[in-house]
Nanobody
Framework: VQLQASGGGLVQSGGSLRLSCQASGDKLSRYAVAWFRQAPGKERVFVATISWHGGMLYYGDAVKGRFTISRDNAENLVYLQMDSLGPEDTAVYYC???????????????WGQGTLVTVSS
């Protein structure tokens, strides 16, 4: 499955953004989908993941209570709603598809190109 992430941009601290991950080439309903992020000079880290049916959701500790992952299988889309953003959330955000809701990037074979989120203080 091919993935394209979008929705990044510049936002002030305390603001919100919604990222989208559009799938093509296959039905996204066959996959769990995750978001990861990579800040400049740092490793890629887990943000959130959602099961193929949307019933299982997991979040990284840094975003719990602020970010919400959701999906619309009819539209082949997964979203990441990001609220109460802070400068520490500045990163390139990637969506990835895989067989299950893992927090390790190693279990996701298909990746989008990433979208940059910049949060100003």
């Amino acid at each position: 499955v091919q993935l394209q992430a979008s929705g990044g941009g510049l936002v002030q601290s305390g603001g919100s953004l919604r990222l989208s991950c559009q799938a093509s080439g296959d039905k996204l309903s066959r996959y769990a989908v995750a978001w990861f992020r990579q800040a400049p000079g740092k490793e890629r880290v887990f943000v959130a993941t959602i099961s193929w049916h949307g019933g299982m959701l997991y979040y990284g500790d840094a975003v719990k209570g602020r970010f919400t992952i959701s999906r619309d299988n009819a539209e082949n889309l997964v979203y990441l709603q990001m609220d109460s953003l802070g400068p520490e959330d500045t990163a390139v955000y990637y969506c990835a598809a895989g067989p299950n809701t893992y927090s390790s990037s190693a279990y996701y074979p298909d990746w989008g190109q990433g979208t940059l989120v910049t949060v100003s203080s």
